[in-house]
């Protein structure tokens, strides 16, 4: 079955504005935990990712928050760009495998 | 380094008809995936390889999908014969290792059956 849900599916906002896309899983070994980032006719392309030993990482206008307690992770984008429009994919390891589950993905639309 | 490549870029052929798709690792990468992406089911692990050998491959859907890693720098995904619902883009991606690092993906191979 699915374990990782990704929320939410579409996302609209205003050039400027930050965006907040949420992941859960289910499988509490899990210890690393990647974004991707698919742009119209590529493959996916990641952006950053975060390993179970710390909780946040940023790299410009990216960041991930990892709660592994409750068992889920975050990415945040802070001013947003037109060229920030995708489909973000989180990833987490699910029913006891070390091979990560992509969730359904998320249609971000930034508008100028 | 030039990346995942994959071939075709697209792939149109007629139902029955075998169908192979390439791909090329990362030099170095010891691990290759085969996904196959749909709006109604989204990313979907076919099958993976490590140092070459296939790990597991659970996520094939029937056994007109078949796929082999001849050497490091090679893999290939065949579906025979092909039908309708094989429609899809199949993405070949690479890692270092199989779990706790990020794949490189290829731009996909979009199959379409008629």
């Known amino acids: 079955g699915e374990n990782v849900e990704q929320h939410p599916s579409t996302l609209s906002v205003q050039e400027g504005d930050s965006a907040v896309i949420k992941c859960t899983y289910s499988?509490?070994?899990?210890?690393?935990f990647p974004w991707y980032k698919q742009e119209l006719g590529k493959g996916p392309q990641l952006i950053i990712d975060?390993?179970?030993?710390?909780g946040e990482k940023k790299d410009q206008r990216i960041a991930v928050t990892l709660n592994k307690t409750a068992k889920h992770f975050s990415l945040h984008i802070t001013e947003t760009q037109p060229e920030d429009s995708a489909v973000y994919f989180c990833a987490a390891p699910s029913g006891g495998s070390y091979i990560p589950t992509f969730g359904r993905g998320t249609s971000l639309i930034v508008h100028p | 380094d030039a990346g995942v490549i994959q071939s075709p870029r697209h792939e149109v052929t007629e139902m029955g008809q075998e169908v192979t798709l390439r791909c090329k690792p990362i030099?170095?990468?010891?691990?290759l995936f085969w996904y196959r992406q749909t709006m109604m089911r989204g990313l979907e692990l076919l099958i993976y390889?490590?140092?070459?050998?296939?790990?597991?491959d659970s996520g094939m859907p029937e056994d007109r999908f078949s796929a082999k890693m001849p050497n490091a720098s090679f893999s290939t995904l065949k579906i025979q014969p092909s039908e309708p619902r094989d429609s899809a883009v199949y993405f070949c991606?690479?890692?270092?290792?199989?779990?706790?690092?990020?794949?490189?993906f290829g731009s996909g191979t979009r199959l379409t059956v008629v």
């Open positions: 499988d509490s070994a899990s210890n690393y």
């Open positions: 975060i390993r179970s030993n710390v």
């Open positions: 991606a690479s890692s270092l290792d199989w779990s706790n690092y990020g794949y490189t």
């Open positions: 390889f490590n140092n070459n050998v296939p790990i597991d």
């Open positions: 030099s170095g990468h010891n691990s």
